[in-house]
């Protein structure tokens, strides 16, 4: 299996991630929006997926972010030994895979809190992983 350059989502999975984020490639991108780029939803998203044990089936619809964006993010590693853990996966194109899994989970429930209330309680999710460790 060849390492995909691009790390792809569902139409509806890409839609959220654009109401809720900046661009990752544009920094002229003026919108307000809860996240400065993709790739730290990705990563929240990815988590509350972790952490409620869901994840949605991997889509590859629409373009989400590149794959250096996440492997190359200081949160990786930390990501990286618990998918390895949890699913005893070994490539890098699986690991990425399963975390978008996680991510497309995850962004829903980001989303649905946004729609409903205008803002993320990054309190409140903090508070929801701490009771899960």
Do not use: W
């Amino acid at each position: 299996m060849s390492t995909q350059r691009i790390i792809t989502c569902s139409t509806d999975t890409f839609r959220m991630f654009i109401a809720l984020c900046k661009s990752d490639d544009d920094e002229k991108d003026k919108k307000t929006t809860i996240f400065s780029t993709r790739t730290p939803a990705f990563f929240l998203a990815a988590a509350i997926g972790i952490i409620n044990n869901k994840s949605k089936n991997y889509s590859t619809d629409k373009q989400l972010t590149r794959r250096e964006y996440i492997i190359g993010n200081e949160n990786y590693t930390a990501f990286e030994l618990l998918i390895r853990a949890r699913h005893a996966l070994k490539t890098e194109q699986d690991i990425i895979t399963k975390l978008a899994e996680y991510a497309e989970y995850g962004i829903s429930e980001l989303y649905d809190e946004y729609h409903k209330t205008g803002d993320i309680d990054f309190v409140r999710i903090s508070r929801h992983v701490k009771s899960k460790i």
